[in-house]
Structures are given as structure tokens and as C-alpha cells.
């Protein structure tokens, strides 16, 4: 929160100091009559318009999270600050993708930032109306506007969830992934059986990405055999969601820490939705 209040304040202060100046520029431009003088004027006009960009270029990376594209955290607790003063209906969710930590370790941390990626987007679309940030590591939130209404959030919140489950994601590097999931099933990598399941794994990626029929195409390559297991826990993940409505006259950070509490539920199911 300090950040967002410091960083927005800077902004401000140096986009009006700009501002000033450049109007103060336009008037000299309009008065002189000597040409050298409005040639060197018309490059500082120029060189202030590049300032002025680059300065909203900086804020815009200030408040966006580099890996996913979402908003951070310190700008979605700021607008939420800000809609506490007039607007009572409010709903925050925050979502949990579940296992993230034994999916990082067993696929490693590419593909971990690839599944972060591919969530957020799905989050994103599944949110539709909402506001989303990455909350932090494999954590985002969602603000609300206008739900007055337990079921809406709710509703909102499985939407979201069941679009993650079953969305699929793609592998960052087929053969790279292929080739963890063989060293996790067989000693010898180099083996026959290893390298005949490692291109299965990889026609099984190819096809998986562009047919519906994900599952039982899953169980037609692989049966129920450990390497579906792995293929299933590589491209299937699933989110824990809690979430919390405003009650009257509640501050930011009690909102928030109700809709925590809600995920912390959450959690002890996994794949589930928790609202307070």
C-alpha cells in the first residue's frame, strides 16, 4: 500500500511539473519570431512529449506484474482503498493454485512459470468483470464491483475455478517435459521402453492441445499407468478459491483478511470454493 500511495503520488507530481513546464514552452513558442530560437524550443517541445510517455510507460511497468501481464497486488489494495469510500458493494477473491510446489519440482521452474502464465490468463477471461492481480507466487486476487449478493460471488468464483480444471496447459518445451516425465518413470532414460514413452509423450502433447476428447485420449496412449499420472498432473491443475462480500463500513485490510481465512478453508480440500 505504501508503494502504490508513493509511486502514484510521483507520477502525479512529475506529470504536472511537466505539464506546467510544457504549457509555459507553448506560450514562448507562440511569442518568438526569431527562428533559431523556435527551431531549439520545437526539440525541447519534442523531447518533453518523449518524457511524458516514457513517465506513463514507467508507471504502467510499476503497477503490472512482468510475468503474467495482471496487476500487482500494491495496485488492486489501492483501488480497492479507493471504491471503499463510495462504493458498498464489494466482493475479493483469492485464488490458490493447488500443488504448485510439488508440480515446480517435479517439472522444474519453467514450466512452473509457464502454469502461472496460462492460469492468469484463464483467470483473467474467467473473471470477466473483475479486476485481477497476481497476489504473490502462484497466488492472484480478484476485485468485484457491484456484488451485492453471496450466490453472485460464489457463482463467480466456480466459474473461475471450473475453468482452470479444465483448461489444459501447454507444455513450455514438449520434449523437455516429455523427458522429465521419463526420467521420473524409468532408472535408465536411455533405455528402449523410455525412449518409446518419451515419443508417446510427445505425439500425446501434439494431439492433446488440438482434440477434445483429452481424457480418454489419455487413457488410449498411457491406460492408468504412472506416466498418465504425470501427464495428467503437467497439464491439469486445479485452484482452491476464498473469497469475502463487504460488509458495511469494513476496512480494506479486514476485507481481505476474512476472504483469506476463506481460502485458508479452502485449502484443506483443494479444488474447492470457500466464501465467508
Known sequence: MLFMRTSQQ????????????????????????????????????????????????????????????????AYLESLIAQELRTEPRLG???????????????????QGDAAIQHTAAVVKSAAQDGIVARYGGEEFAVFLVRYAQKQGLQQKAEN??????????????????????VKHCFPNPQSRPALDLQERTLQFF????????????????????????????????????GGAQRHRHEQILELIDRADDALYEAKKQRNCVVIA
Open 92 to 110: 475479493y477473491l483469492i485464488i490458490d493454485i493447488d500443488h504448485f510446489k510439488p508440480y515446480n519440482d517435479t517439472f522444474g521452474h519453467r
Open 206 to 241: 501434439k494431439e492433446s492441445l488440438t482434440q477434445r476428447s483429452y481424457d480418454s485420449r489419455l487413457a488410449q496412449y498411457f491406460g492408468t499407468s504412472k506416466p498418465a499420472e504425470y501427464i495428467r498432473q503437467l497439464q491439469r491443475l486445479t485452484v482452491s478459491i
Open 160 to 181: 473461475i475455478r471450473s475453468s482452470v480444471t479444465n483448461d489444459i496447459i501447454a507444455p513450455f518445451s514438449p520434449i523437455r517435459c516429455a523427458r522429465k516425465i
Open 10 to 73: 510521483l507520477y502525479t507530481a512529475i506529470a504536472v511539473s511537466l505539464e506546467r513546464d510544457y504549457l509555459v514552452l507553448k506560450n514562448l513558442l507562440s511569442s518568438t519570431n526569431d527562428s533559431h530560437t523556435h527551431r531549439a524550443l520545437s526539440r525541447l517541445e519534442k523531447s518533453m512529449q518523449n518524457q511524458q510517455k516514457l513517465i506513463r510507460e514507467l508507471y504502467e511497468t510499476a503497477i503490472t506484474d512482468g510475468l503474467t501481464g495482471l496487476k500487482t497486488r
